[in-house]
């Protein structure tokens, strides 16, 4: 790491860097994108100067840049929480060759852990005192000791680490919260080590909800093999209600990782009795029983050497702590838990062998995304139960969300219909209605080898569903809105006649004077608007205001599709621009596009822009015609294979600058094209969704087609 370098008069920071933020730290801090805080540096003479200079970056005094931020209400970030949040943010800072990242997670944490056990601030002691405290509290030094005597330079980075750790708790209210902050920022820290195998926070906590941890009888026995940094085990306490006593259990093979959950779990007042990591694959049941529920994620393998045999054989080794009554929720690879195998293979006769003794209760497939670094591996959750014979009921639930976003809701709902399910003994509620799942019979997977444990089609519930039940309507008024468009266009087509533009070529002794978007700009005929930076979250399709954007001006979406209610543009957007009728709203991103808004008072999404027509240009503009050539020219300088950007940018293309005779007949021409295209394109969108709904009722066997008596050549 390069030596920090002073920026001008600002003084070089003592100590520990503890207070020093860069650009990264400052857009997390105020919840923007990251080049957000280098834009207000530049624009705003009042942003804070940097203070330090480290490998070319510049460093700020955080201090500084949240009393920007709360006195000019920048950011997304309440101005409450800023404070709070600041020291989180300025953890980067920390490192150097002689505080690396895993010394500087293991101290800090450590001292929280210290800090929570004996109720008081570490940041006031002596170096010795608090190594005395921890070998007090970790005679055997299982969790405590050796991360703090790991502190170089203990007197002073040491002490320094005190102080910080009292000023995490001081901002998060609690040490256990504060050890959750340094663990969240851990790759931000390039802690990647302690990452890497660990679900994303969302599927950590689904994992806890689809254990039913909430509902668990106080005084259980939670499990967690292959614990890693204990993301698992901290998602089962915290969906745990408060004083339930449960106890934790955990196993990990790498002792830094098992010491890290024990202080984990410590700081969260977990009992030291009532917590057991052993150092291995082994969890430690002698002492404590079978567990009432285990929650694991089976250790990653890369796709070349992975062995759906060997992901089984593991579930069938958890399944040994399973009791009557217990549960178990495994997040594995996909292709092992729910993807099809070789027939008859041994991989295939021993999933199905979970069938056999009614183990496997539900199977769910899950999208890309469960696992932050590992952005291509496809997983899948299992949930066993071990139930008495007389009590199966010989049916397991198959889920398919792999088309479905990793999002709160969705995962929301995956653990709702989880939890009728076991609520009722594994039979199901004819009432509830499932999301993206089918129950099926165990013998029905049994008796097809290899196949895939995903749901092939709807269950006989989901006939009763309003969905499914209205979709004759919908179909009968699809076909209702065809016939009125078919009958408009045969009456345009009796009364208008064929279309004739009148086009012919230009006599050589009348050339055409040209000009560029840039002349127009300058000579005020045009004006140019920015686009709007909306969140995705903020979109709706039952909004009171159209959006347009890349994705509609391409093709990608139906304009009117996407929408942005009108409470959040008065609240969170005041500043928004509408477009005016006549506006060409245009895109050079992912390629060149341009719309005309006809009917204006819509919402344009960065990185679309708006060029607007001035009414009383002289020479006149014509919306029509003009997008009509800038699409030409720009068809002409596209973006070469490779190349960053096209070859010319809009204001550069070059059109032909018409006279007010010409411009007028041209504009009436596209006028005509554009209201015929209209209706065809009416029709072609009313035909998708025919296709789509009556598509979507085959596939799932609750649609079929009779003998239409319009058509020839058919039998009843």
């Not at 102080?163 to 931000?188: G, M, Q």
């Not at 347009?548 to 001006?553: D, L, Q, R, T, V």
Request: hydrophobic share 40%; aromatic share 4%.
């Amino acid at each position: 790491m390069s030596n920090p370098t002073p920026i001008g008069d600002a003084p070089t920071l003592p100590g520990p860097p503890a207070w020093r933020i860069g650009y990264a730290e400052i857009a997390a801090l105020a919840r923007v994108k990251r080049p957000v805080p280098t834009t207000w540096s530049r624009r705003h003479s009042d942003f804070p100067t940097p203070v330090i200079r480290e490998g070319g970056s510049p460093l700020f005094d955080a201090r500084e840049v949240v009393d920007w931020l709360v006195r000019t209400r920048r950011g997304n970030a309440e101005p409450s929480r800023l404070r709070a949040e600041a020291a989180l943010h300025t953890l980067a800072a920390w490192r150097s060759s002689s505080l690396p990242t895993s010394v500087l997670v293991g101290a800090l944490t450590a001292l929280l852990c210290l800090r929570q056990q004996n109720d008081t601030p570490v940041g006031n002691h002596p170096w010795g005192v608090l190594l005395t405290q921890a070998a007090e509290l970790d005679p055997e030094d299982t969790f405590l000791v050796s991360e703090l005597r790991a502190v170089p330079d203990p007197e002073r980075l040491g002490l320094a680490l005190g102080a910080l750790a009292d000023e995490l708790t001081e901002a998060a209210y609690t040490p256990a919260e504060a050890f959750e902050w340094v663990l969240e920022a851990r790759r931000r820290l390039g802690s990647h080590d302690l990452a890497a195998d660990e679900p994303t926070p969302a599927v950590a906590r689904a994992l806890a909800a689809l254990a039913g941890a909430d509902a668990l009888p106080d005084e259980s026995v939670l499990a967690t093999p292959y614990a890693r940094s204990g993301d698992l085990l901290a998602a089962l306490h915290m969906a745990a209600p408060e004083d339930s006593s449960h106890t934790y259990l955990a196993a990990e093979p790498d002792p830094t990782l098992a010491r890290l959950v024990r202080r984990r779990l410590l700081v969260r007042g977990v009992y030291e009795f009532s917590l057991d990591v052993t150092e291995g694959e082994e969890l430690s049941t002698d002492d404590w029983g079978d567990p009432d529920v285990l929650v694991c994620a089976l250790p990653y393998e890369a796709g070349e050497i992975r062995s759906a045999r060997r992901a089984l054989e593991r579930i069938q080794d958890l399944t040994d702590y399973l009791g009557d009554g217990s549960m178990a929720v495994v997040l594995g690879p996909a292709d092992a838990l729910v993807r099809p195998l070789p027939r008859h293979g041994d991989a295939d006769r021993l999933r199905r062998s979970f069938l056999d003794d009614g183990l496997l209760k539900a199977a769910i497939s899950l999208p890309d995304g469960a696992f932050a670094y590992r952005p291509g591996y496809r997983t899948a959750v299992w949930i066993l139960a071990r139930t008495p014979e007389n009590e199966r009921t010989g049916r397991v639930l198959l889920a398919d969300y792999s088309a479905q976003p990793l999002t709160e809701p969705v995962l929301d709902g995956l653990a709702e219909d989880i939890a009728i399910w076991r609520g009722s003994a594994w039979r199901g509620d004819r009432r509830h209605r499932l999301r993206h799942a089918a129950v099926v019979p165990a013998k029905e997977l049994d008796d097809r080898p290899g196949s895939a444990f995903i749901p092939q089609h709807r269950s006989p519930e989901a006939r009763h569903t309003r969905t499914v039940a209205e979709r004759p309507a919908h179909i009968a008024d699809m076909e209702r809105h065809l016939a009125e468009l078919d009958e408009r266009a045969t009456r345009r087509a009796a009364v208008d006649g064929p279309l004739q533009s009148g086009a012919v070529l230009r006599p050589e002794d009348q050339p055409v004077r040209r000009t560029t978007v840039r002349q127009l700009l300058k000579d005020r005929r045009l004006r140019r608007r920015p686009g709007h930076r909306i969140p995705l979250e903020h979109l709706s399709v039952d909004g009171h205001y159209a959006v347009i954007g890349p994705e509609e001006i391409l093709g990608a979406a139906r304009f009117g599709r996407r929408r942005i209610d009108r409470g959040l543009v008065l609240t969170a957007y005041e500043h928004i621009q509408f477009t005016e009728p006549g506006d060409l709203v245009v895109t050079v991103s992912p390629r060149f596009g341009i719309h005309v808004d006809t009917e204006g008072l819509s919402v344009v999404v960065a990185p679309a822009r708006i060029l607007r027509v001035h009414p009383d240009a002289d020479p006149p503009i014509r919306p029509r015609a003009l997008a009509a050539l800038l699409r030409a020219a720009a068809s002409e300088h596209g973006r070469t294979n490779g190349a960053v950007r096209a070859s010319y940018g809009i204001e550069d293309l070059s059109v032909p600058d018409l006279g007010r005779e010409e411009l007028e007949r041209y504009e009436a021409v596209l006028a005509e094209i554009e209201r015929r295209a209209e209706l065809l394109r009416q029709q072609s969108e009313a035909l998708d969704d025919l296709a789509r709904i009556t598509a979507a009722g085959m596939a799932d066997g609750t649609l079929t087609i009779q003998n239409p008596p319009a058509l020839p050549g058919t039998d009843d």
